[in-house]
Structure formats: structure tokens, C-alpha cells
């Protein structure tokens, strides 16, 4: 059974350098460092990618003389990994906290297709008893 890499115990900027890989699909090393906010040098970069593959998150292609990094893990199944962990640490493992305090973001208004969604969604939970 394959185990699925630690997210949470990643530093800020790999995170943020593992957020440009999941948007690109795959990336060099310039790809991460053009979209990298206040971005350290090139060598850090090629280096903190490094790190990531020795922990389990990149594997590389080689790509004419350039390495170019893709994830081990797919995005949802590394989302769920992240969500998990956070309902669990700020949330005492409640679902039901962390749902009610997304629904209560201002900025981040439901319309009403995502409201019946989520109605579904809850409804679909309780047939399956979850």
C-alpha cells in the first residue's frame, strides 16, 4: 500500500512551490521560480525541488538538459491529506466546525447551485450513514 507524503509537514515554501507543480501539472525549475511570490534564487529553488523529490512529493523528467518535476501524489488526494490533518488540528477533528466556519466566510459567499450542491452532497452522506 503506498503512503501518501506528509504535506503537512512541509516548510512555506515548498508549499508554495509544490502549489505551482499541482497548477502547471509539471514544471522546471524557472516555470516554479517565475510564479513564486518574492521569489529566492534560482539555486534555492533548484535545491528546495530537490528536497521535495528526496521527500516523496516530486519525481523528475529528464527534458533535453533540463530536469522537469511532476507530483507522486495526485492534487485530491493530497487536498484530502491536507484537509484532514487541519480538521484535526484547528478543528478537534470536527467536520462539522470546519464546515461551519468555511460557510461563515464572508468572502467566499455560496450561490444557490452551490448550496443544492451541498445539500446533495449532505443528503448522499446521510443514505451512506458517513
Do not use: C, W
Not at 516554479?32 to 534555492?44: G, I, K, T, W
Not at 491529506?81 to 488540528?89: G, W
Amino acid at each position: 500500500m503506498s503512503r501518501t507524503p506528509a504535506l503537512t509537514q512541509l516548510s512555506r515554501r515548498e508549499r508554495q512551490i509544490m502549489d505551482v507543480v499541482y497548477r502547471l501539472g509539471k514544471a522546471a525549475v524557472n516555470d516554479v521560480l517565475e510564479r513564486l511570490p518574492d521569489p529566492p534564487s534560482y539555486s534555492a529553488v533548484r535545491a528546495l525541488m530537490r528536497i521535495l523529490e528526496e521527500k516523496g512529493h516530486l519525481k523528475h523528467e529528464q527534458d533535453g538538459p533540463r530536469y522537469v518535476y511532476i507530483p507522486t501524489v495526485p492534487r485530491d488526494a493530497a487536498q484530502g491529506a491536507a484537509l484532514s490533518h487541519m480538521v484535526r488540528t484547528f478543528f478537534g477533528g470536527s467536520t462539522e466546525a470546519a464546515v461551519a466556519a468555511l460557510l461563515e466566510l464572508p468572502e467566499h459567499g455560496l450561490s444557490e447551485n452551490e448550496l443544492s450542491r451541498l445539500s446533495s452532497l449532505i443528503d448522499e452522506a446521510r443514505k451512506q450513514g458517513r
